[in-house]
C-alpha cells in the first residue's frame, strides 16, 4: 500500500494536502479503495456548501457496500473532480492522483495539524 508523506489523513479514511493558499484537494485512501473493492459509483452534491469537519461531503458505491464521505477539516467545497463522475474506477487505480475527489476552501489551515501524518495513518491500519 501507498502512504504518501506529503499528505495528511483521518481516522475514516480521507486524506488531504493543501494546494495552494488555502484551497486543498481531498481523497480516500489507498487502504479505504482496497477495503471497498471495486468502486462503480459517485456522489458529492455538496459544491459551494460550507461544512464542518467530519460532515459528509459524499458517498462512493462499490459492489459490496455504499460509504459516506467525510471532509477532514471545515471548508467550502469548491469543486467536485469531474473524471471520477465518469470513470469511478480511478478511485481504485489512482487515489492520490487522478482519482482525488473534491477541491476546497479549508476555513482554518492550521487544522490540518490536527490530523495524522502517513507514519500515524499507517498504525491505524
Not at 34 to 42: A, N, Q, R, S, T
Not at 64 to 83: C, H, I, Q, R, Y
Amino acid at each position: 500500500m501507498n502512504f504518501p508523506s506529503d499528505l495528511r489523513y483521518t481516522n475514516e479514511h480521507e486524506w488531504i494536502k493543501l494546494e495552494s493558499g488555502n484551497v486543498a484537494i481531498v481523497g480516500i485512501t489507498d487502504f479505504a479503495q482496497g477495503e471497498l473493492g471495486d468502486i462503480v459509483f459517485v456522489e458529492i452534491e455538496t459544491v459551494g456548501q460550507t461544512l464542518g469537519a467530519n460532515d459528509i461531503f459524499g458517498t462512493v458505491e462499490a459492489v459490496k457496500t455504499v460509504s459516506d464521505l467525510f471532509l477532514p477539516v471545515a471548508g467550502t467545497v469548491l469543486e467536485v473532480n469531474e473524471a471520477i463522475i465518469k470513470n469511478p474506477e480511478l478511485l481504485n487505480s489512482d487515489p492520490y492522483g487522478e482519482g482525488w475527489l473534491v477541491k476546497i476552501e479549508v476555513s482554518n489551515a492550521g487544522d490540518l495539524d490536527s490530523l495524522l501524518d502517513s507514519e500515524a495513518y499507517q498504525k491505524i491500519i
